[in-house]
C-alpha cells in the first residue's frame, strides 16, 4: 500500500548498531558545549521538538500503516491544556502547578488522541488522511472560534517551564538537555515498542490487516491503542514545544505546521524511527537559512518543492536515499545490511 | 422567525457553495481513488485568474468562464503530467496533491498578496430581491442558489445519461472491467479531472462573489470539501449534495445560535455519520 512498507523488519540484531548509537549520544550531548545559544535552542532543541512530534506520527505510520495528520492537534492539544491549567501572563490559566498541570496535559491529549482513534479507525488509508486532516483544520477553527475555553485568535502567552533544582530550564543548555532526554526516551519506546509482541502485531496488521483479523487479533484495538500511544509522545512534544515557544495560538495548530510534521517525517522517512529527526534537523536548517538562498517569505515554495521532490523520487526520504548510497560509501560487511 | 429564515437562506445558500466546490472532489475522488488535497488551492487560484479576467475585459462572465476552463486546464495538465504515473499509489497521490497545494498556496501569496479582492457582478444581479417573511435577501445569492440547482442537474444528467458519463459512472465502479472493454480510461481519467478541478475553479469565481476571496480560503474549501464528502460518500454526487445541504445548514445555524461553538457542530455530524456509516450516507461499502 505504501513506501512505508521496507525496512522495519529487518535490523533486529542490535549488537552491531550499538557503537553507532553510543558515538551519536556523545555527540548529541557535547553538542551545546561548542555550539552557540542559537545552534542550541533554535536549532537543536528546535529540532528535537519537531522530531519527537514527527516521531509519533512515524510510529503511526511506519508500524502502523496509519497516516494521521492530527498529530499536532494532539501536540498543540497538550499545549494549550497546559497553558489553561497552568499559569499564563494572559491570567486566565487555572494555576495549577507544574507537576499538576503537566500531567494533566499529557493525559487529556493522549485521551483525546485516542479519541481520534475511535473516530479514524472506522476508516482506512487515505480515507484515514482525510478524517484526520479534517479534524485537525476543524480543531484550529474551534480554538480560533472559542473565546471561553481557548481565548481565540491570541490565545495564550508567557507559559513557561517551571525553575526546577534552582535551574532556569529556559536557558539554552538546560533547555536543550530536557528536549534530549524526552527524544531518547521517546525513541527508545518507539524502538522498544517496535520490536515488542505489539509492535510486530501492528506491523503485520499493516501488511496484512485481514488476515491478522482471521488469526484472531483485533485489528482496531491495536490501531486505537497505537494512537494512544503515538499521542502520548506528541503529548510530550508539545509541552516541549509550548515552552520552547512560551505561547500557543491558533496559528501554532493551523494547517501549515501540520502539513509540516507530515513533511518532516516524509522527507525524513518512515521506515525507522531516526527518520523524524533527521528530517526535522534538515526542515529547521532550511527554515532558518534558506532566508539567504532565497527570500524568506518564499520558504514554503522551497520547502513545498523539497517535499515534491521527496515523494517523487524517494519514497523513503533521507533514509531511502542513505540505502541507497550505503552500499557504494560502505564496503560490505558481513551481516551488516539492514534490508 | 426572521433570523430562522435568513439562517436557513444563508445556510442553503452556503450548501449550494459546498456542492459545486464538494461534486468536483468527490468526482475526481470516486473514479481515481485520487484524495486531491489540492482541491482547495484550485478553487483559489480560479478564483484569482476569474478575477483578473473579470478585471481586465470589465465582463463578470467571461471570468466565470476562465476560472472554469483555466482550472480544468490545470486539472488536465497535473493528470496527465503527474498522477497517471502513480496510479494506484494513493498514498503517493495524496503526498504528492499535497505537496502541489502548499506550491501553490505560497506563489498564490506571492502573485496577489493577502489583500481581499471583491468581485463586481454585473448589475441585475447586484441589489436584493424582496421575498415574503424575511422582506428583502440578496439577489446574488438566490441566483447562486440556482446555479447549484442547474449544475447538479446537469451534473446528473451528463453522469446518467450520456455515454461518457456511463464510462464515467463504470469507472466508479469497476476500473479493470472498464478498460478491458476496449474503452481508453486516462481519456476518462482526464475528462473526469478536468471536470472536477474545472467545478473548484467555477466555484471559485462564483463563490468569490458571494463572499471574497482572500489568502487562507483555500484551506477553508478544502476543509468544506473533505467534511462534505465523508458525511455525503465518497465518488457520489448526490452524497455531495446531502453532505453540502448538511454541513452548510449546520455551519450557518451555529454561527447564527452558538457562536463560539459552530464548528463542533459540523464535526459531530461527521463523528455521527462515521459511527453510524462510515462509507458516508450515500457511499457504497469500499
Given at each position: 500500500m505504501n513506501p512505508v512498507r521496507a525496512g522495519v523488519q529487518g535490523k533486529t540484531t542490535a549488537v552491531g548498531v550499538y557503537p553507532g548509537y553510543a558515538v551519536l549520544l556523545i555527540l548529541l550531548l557535547a553538542y551545546p558545549w561548542v555550539a552557540s545559544g542559537f545552534w542550541t535552542v533554535q536549532v537543536g532543541a528546535y529540532s528535537l521538538i519537531l522530531g519527537i512530534i514527527s516521531l509519533s506520527l512515524m510510529f503511526l505510520a511506519g508500524y502502523g500503516g496509519v497516516v494521521s495528520l492530527a498529530q499536532l492537534t494532539i501536540a498543540g492539544c497538550a499545549g494549550y491544556m497546559l497553558a489553561i491549567h497552568g499559569v499564563n501572563s494572559a491570567g486566565l490559566?487555572?494555576?495549577?502547578?507544574w507537576w499538576a498541570a503537566v500531567p494533566m496535559a499529557i493525559v487529556i491529549a493522549t485521551l483525546m488522541a485516542t479519541l481520534i482513534g475511535l473516530i479514524s479507525v472506522r476508516t482506512e488509508g487515505i480515507y484515514t488522511i482525510m478524517i484526520t486532516l479534517a479534524i485537525a483544520v476543524a480543531f484550529f477553527y474551534f480554538t480560533r472560534q472559542n473565546?471561553?475555553?481557548?481565548?481565540?485568535?491570541t490565545g495564550f502567552a508567557g507559559v513557561e517551564p517551571p525553575p526546577l533544582?534552582?535551574?532556569?530550564?529556559?536557558d539554552a543548555m538546560p533547555f536543550y538537555y530536557l528536549c534530549l532526554t524526552v527524544a531518547v526516551l521517546c525513541y527508545s519506546l518507539v524502538l522498544y515498542l517496535g520490536r515488542s509482541n505489539f509492535g510486530i502485531a501492528m506491523q503485520a496488521i499493516r501488511d496484512n490487516p485481514r488476515r491478522m483479523s482471521t488469526l484472531g487479533f483485533s485489528v482496531n484495538t491495536h490501531r486505537v491503542l497505537a494512537y494512544t500511544i503515538a499521542g502520548f509522545v506528541a503529548a510530550l512534544g508539545g509541552v516541549l514545544s509550548v515552552w520552547f515557544n512560551g505561547r500557543i495560538s491558533p496559528g501554532s495548530i493551523s494547517t501549515g505546521p501540520v502539513i509540516d510534521i507530515l513533511i518532516i517525517a516524509v522527507v525524513g522517512g518512515l521506515?525507522?524511527?531516526i527518520g523524524p529527526f533527521l528530517g526535522a534537523l534538515v526542515f529547521v536548517l532550511l527554515e532558518n537559512f534558506a532566508i539567504d538562498l532565497i527570500d524568506r517569505d518564499r520558504f514554503n515554495t522551497v520547502i513545498g518543492v523539497a517535499f515534491l521532490a521527496m515523494v517523487l523520487?524517494?519514497?523513503?526520504g533521507l533514509l531511502g536515499l542513505w540505502e541507497k548510497l550505503k552500499p557504494r560509501l560502505v564496503p560490505r560487511r558481513e551481516g551488516s545490511a539492514g534490508t | 422567525m426572521k433570523l430562522f429564515l435568513l439562517t436557513l437562506l444563508n445556510g442553503l445558500t452556503l450548501a449550494a457553495l459546498y456542492f459545486l466546490v464538494a461534486s468536483g472532489f468527490t468526482l475526481v475522488f470516486g473514479l481515481m481513488?485520487?484524495?486531491?488535497?489540492?482541491h482547495g488551492s484550485l478553487y483559489l487560484l480560479g478564483a484569482y485568474i476569474g478575477y483578473d479576467v473579470a478585471d481586465f475585459s470589465g465582463s463578470w462572465f467571461l471570468g466565470v468562464a476562465a476560472g472554469f476552463v483555466s482550472m480544468a486546464a490545470a486539472g488536465l495538465l497535473l493528470q496527465v503530467l503527474v498522477f497517471r504515473h502513480m496510479e494506484g499509489q494513493d498514498l503517493r497521490q495524496t503526498l504528492v496533491t499535497i505537496g502541489i497545494s502548499i506550491v501553490l498556496a505560497d506563489l498564490m501569496l506571492a502573485i496577489w498578496g493577502g489583500t481581499t479582492y471583491q468581485f463586481e457582478p454585473p448589475e441585475w444581479l447586484y441589489g436584493a430581491t424582496r421575498m415574503p417573511l424575511v422582506r428583502a435577501y440578496p439577489t446574488y445569492r438566490l441566483a447562486l442558489l440556482g446555479t447549484a440547482v442547474v449544475i447538479g442537474i446537469a451534473l446528473w444528467l451528463f453522469l446518467n445519461r450520456t455515454r461518457v458519463g456511463m464510462m464515467i459512472r463504470a469507472g466508479v465502479d469497476d476500473r479493470e472491467m472498464l478498460s478491458a472493454t476496449g474503452i481508453n480510461v486516462h481519456l476518462v481519467f482526464a475528462i473526469t479531472f478536468a471536470i472536477g478541478a474545472g467545478l473548484a475553479g467555477f466555484a471559485g469565481v462564483v463563490g468569490g462573489t458571494a463572499l471574497s476571496i482572500a489568502p487562507g480560503e483555500d484551506v477553508r474549501y478544502l476543509l468544506a470539501s473533505l467534511v462534505v464528502v465523508i458525511v455525503g460518500g465518497m465518488g457520489s454526487v448526490a452524497g455531495a449534495a446531502i453532505g453540502a445541504l448538511l454541513i452548510g445548514l449546520a455551519e450557518q445555524f451555529g454561527l447564527a445560535y452558538s457562536p463560539t461553538y459552530g464548528v463542533v457542530y459540523t464535526f459531530l455530524i461527521m463523528v455521527l455519520v462515521l459511527a453510524v456509516r462510515p462509507q458516508g450516507i450515500m457511499g457504497k461499502k469500499a
Open positions: 490559566g487555572l494555576g495549577w502547578p473565546y471561553t475555553v481557548f481565548n481565540g485568535f533544582f534552582g535551574i532556569n530550564w529556559r521506515s525507522r524511527p523520487f524517494s519514497p523513503d | 481513488r485520487n484524495v486531491n488535497l489540492a
